[in-house]
């Protein structure tokens, strides 16, 4: 069954510094992924998402995250990041023809002045 | 224009009630997915309609039950509320069901039993 892991529960980082939130999926075949973000009291925003193609994919708000087949991973980048960049970060996938979006468990982000 | 609209943002009420929360989209998708988000914020998927026809049932309780009138529009009802079935429920909609074009979701309705 496919599944979606992301190891860091919260992080925090300073305003201005760079940003990796990791997720790594498990499929055999190449999966639809997404990166969705949710601030607080806020529903689900889409990021970027990734079906074929280059593998770096560019995002709003500054993002981009980039499709590694030999680590099954999907890591989201911000190079600079704001105070309004903290909420909840999900990394979901999808396979085509099953419909089911499946996603990770969050990583809380934190962003001091 | 807000895409995919849930009412109510809001839901308090006790348990042994029933109650609807209803969704409607204007991008003109054909499916329409209800995703439960429990107190860990963990999301999933409970079920999708295409074209007013069902796809996906979860194993959801039988007290929870879709209905869709039309392709824009997925209610969810709920009998005999428990305060398990506290969560907020997302509505969420696709262009076509298989996965490869993306989802658009509500902002959310909080739903949450005394």
């Known amino acids: 069954a496919q599944s979606v892991t992301q190891p860091d529960i919260h992080i925090t980082v300073s305003e201005g510094a760079s940003l990796e939130l990791r997720c790594n999926y498990s499929?055999?075949?190449?999966?639809?992924l997404f990166w969705y973000v949710q601030s607080p009291g806020q529903g689900l925003q889409l990021l970027l998402k990734?079906?074929?193609?280059?593998?770096l994919v560019q995002g709003i708000k500054g993002f981009e995250a980039e499709f590694k087949r030999s680590q099954s991973s999907f890591n989201l980048r911000k190079p600079s990041v704001h105070w309004s960049d903290a909420a909840e970060y999900f990394c979901a996938v999808t396979v085509y023809n099953t419909d089911k979006l499946i996603f990770g468990t969050g990583t809380r982000l934190q962003v001091f002045p | 224009d807000t895409a995919v609209s849930q009412t109510p943002k809001y839901l308090v009420t006790q348990m042994g009630n029933d109650k609807s929360i209803k969704c409607e989209q204007n991008?003109?998708?054909?499916?329409m997915y209800w995703y439960k988000q429990d107190s860990k914020k963990f999301l999933k998927i409970m079920f999708s309609?295409?074209?007013?026809?069902?796809?996906i049932n979860e194993t959801v309780p039988n007290r929870f039950s879709p209905k869709s009138p039309d392709k824009a529009h997925l209610n969810l009802h709920i009998n005999s509320l428990e305060l398990g079935d506290s969560a907020v429920y997302f509505c969420?909609?696709?262009?076509?069901?298989?996965?490869?074009?993306?989802?658009?979701f509500g902002s959310g309705t909080r739903l949450t039993v005394v």
């Open positions: 969420a909609s696709s262009r076509h069901a298989g996965g490869d074009y993306g989802y658009t």
């Open positions: 990734y079906f074929s193609g280059d593998t």
């Open positions: 991008l003109g998708h054909d499916t």
């Open positions: 309609y295409n074209n007013k026809e069902l796809i």
């Open positions: 499929y055999g075949a190449t999966p639809y």
